[in-house]
T-cell receptor, first 115, second 114 residues
Framework: AQKVTQAQTEISVVEKEDVTLDCVYETRDTTYYLFWYKQPPSGELVFLIRRNSFDEQNEISGRYSWNFQKSTSSFNFTITASQVVDSAVYFCALLSGGSNYKLTFGKGTLLTVNP | KAGVTQTPRYLIKTRGQQVTLSCSPISGHRSVSWYQQTPGQGLQFLFEYFSETQRNKGNFPGRFSGRQFSNSRSEMNVSTLELGDSALYLC?????????????FGPGTRLTVL
């Protein structure tokens, strides 16, 4: 069975602080994909990144960076120099299951960036 | 390029009624998936349609059904509504099957069942 755990329910930081959102996943598949989505108050899920299980390279996109470690089944997301506009719920998701694939989401982490 | 659009954005229904939600995917996308989001259960996969065929299904009762048209637009129907069906229903589209291509989400339809 597939499972995604985001242990941090809520995080509150002050603007310009760095913040890391944790994500731990479980799957028996050797081929799978990991995602991060951002959900602002408007409700729309905004795609941030997709990673396949064979690519463990870390990625940086502006103030965002992702650390994928298969050894610990983790795919953590760091926002550097956070801004108020980063306030949102962030979801980590796992796509696995072979031909019966499905996208399994974590419960989400509510990030509040205070000015 | 326009994103995924969903209509209506808000709906209020009463128990026992049925409801139909609509989703228009990004132009060129052939797969549409539906998700239910509630505070208690989080985001849960309902089903995926590709080329007018249901390709994958989550663990929801038969009251939840869907279809896809030749232009890739999709509708989701919920019959005999229950209070627990109150949720944000999100639609996502992808170029190919969701198992291969990244899904892009719409703004959702917020359904309230009274």
């Amino acid at each position: 069975a597939q499972k995604v755990t985001q242990a941090q329910t809520e995080i509150s930081v002050v603007e310009k602080e760095d913040v890391t959102l944790d994500c731990v996943y479980e799957t028996r598949d050797t081929t799978y994909y990991l995602f991060w989505y951002k959900q602002p108050p408007s409700g729309e899920l905004v795609f941030l990144i997709r990673r396949n299980s064979f690519d463990e390279q870390n990625e940086i996109s502006g103030r965002y960076s992702w650390n994928f470690q298969k050894s610990t089944s983790s795919f953590n997301f760091t926002i550097t120099a956070s801004q108020v506009v980063d306030s949102a719920v962030y979801f980590c998701a796992l796509l696995s299951g072979g031909s019966n694939y499905k996208l399994t989401f974590g419960k989400g982490t509510l990030l509040t960036v205070n000015p | 390029k326009a994103g995924v659009t969903q209509t209506p954005r808000y709906l209020i229904k009463t128990r026992g009624q049925q409801v139909t939600l609509s989703c228009s995917p990004i132009s060129g996308h052939r797969s549409v998936s539906w998700y239910q989001q509630t505070p208690g259960q989080g985001l849960q996969f309902l089903f995926e349609y590709f080329s007018e065929t249901q390709r994958n299904k989550g663990n929801f009762p038969g009251r939840f059904s869907g279809r896809q048209f030749s232009n890739s637009r999709s509708e989701m129907n919920v019959s005999t509504l229950e209070l627990g069906d109150s949720a944000l229903y999100l639609c996502a589209s992808s170029v190919g099957l969701a198992g291969i291509d990244t899904q892009y989400f719409g703004p959702g339809t917020r359904l309230t069942v009274l």
